[in-house]
């Protein structure tokens, strides 16, 4: 995984969307605004979808790291959203 630091971390690289994205929005949902969460994901329609989706929700994404095996690790400072 990346160097950068984060407050959770989830693998969601065995998952398919659109479930990365709830597996994501749940593990959020555990944090704080402001901690961080850092994704280990893979390429293809999840790197895609899912940083979109978040800044969508009024997330912030701080990083995206591609991995030597291809997947990629995302870090993302959960929004508060009125």
């Known amino acids: 995984m990346s160097e950068t630091k984060a407050d959770a971390a989830i693998d969601i690289t065995d998952v398919v969307c659109p479930i990365t ?3 994501v929005k749940v593990a ?3 944090l704080a605004d402001g901690q961080t969460l850092a ?5 293809g329609e999840p790197i895609e979808n899912v940083p979109r989706s978040l800044k969508d929700e009024g997330h912030k994404v701080l990083s995206v790291d591609r ?6 690790t995302l ?3 959960k929004g508060g959203r009125a």
């Open 28 to 30: 959020l949902e555990d």
């Open 39 to 43: 994704v280990h994901l893979n390429d």
């Open 67 to 72: 991995q030597a095996d291809g997947s990629y």
């Open 75 to 77: 870090v993302v400072e």
């Open 21 to 23: 994205f709830v597996k």
